[in-house]
């Protein structure tokens, strides 16, 4: 069974921080490449962030600076770290787990995220 459980969502003030966890369980977490999308209502879900095994980083431009992603092996866990947030922050998060050599991805629920003017 595998299981990636999101938490840290909320409500917060435009400039203000939040820290998302994934806490994934079932996979063999350290050979999988994590990451974080986003989708706001109306809109495609977008790569946030992702970190491979190999602890290479991706960001997306809007978020680039911001934005940090991290991962801890040991504790099956990926977080990200959201600095001097803006509404246009504001979405459902997601957590992906993404093994090269597999067809599917794998999914968490959604943690939402809103900022406040």
């Known amino acids: 069974q595998v299981s990636l459980v999101e938490s840290g969502g909320g409500l917060v003030q435009s400039g203000g921080s939040l820290r998302l966890s994934c806490a994934a369980s079932?996979?063999?977490?350290?050979?999988?490449?994590m990451g974080w999308y986003r989708q706001a209502p109306g809109k495609q879900r977008d790569l946030v962030a992702s970190i491979t095994s190999g602890e290479t980083t991706t960001y997306a431009s809007s978020v680039k600076g911001r934005f940090t992603i991290a991962r801890d092996n040991a504790k099956s866990t990926v977080y990200l770290q959201m600095n001097s947030l803006e509404p246009e922050d504001t979405a459902v998060y997601y957590c992906n787990a993404k093994y090269t050599w597999q067809y599917w991805d794998y999914w968490g629920q959604g943690t939402q995220v809103t900022v406040s003017p």
């Open positions: 079932g996979i063999t977490f350290s050979i999988y490449t």
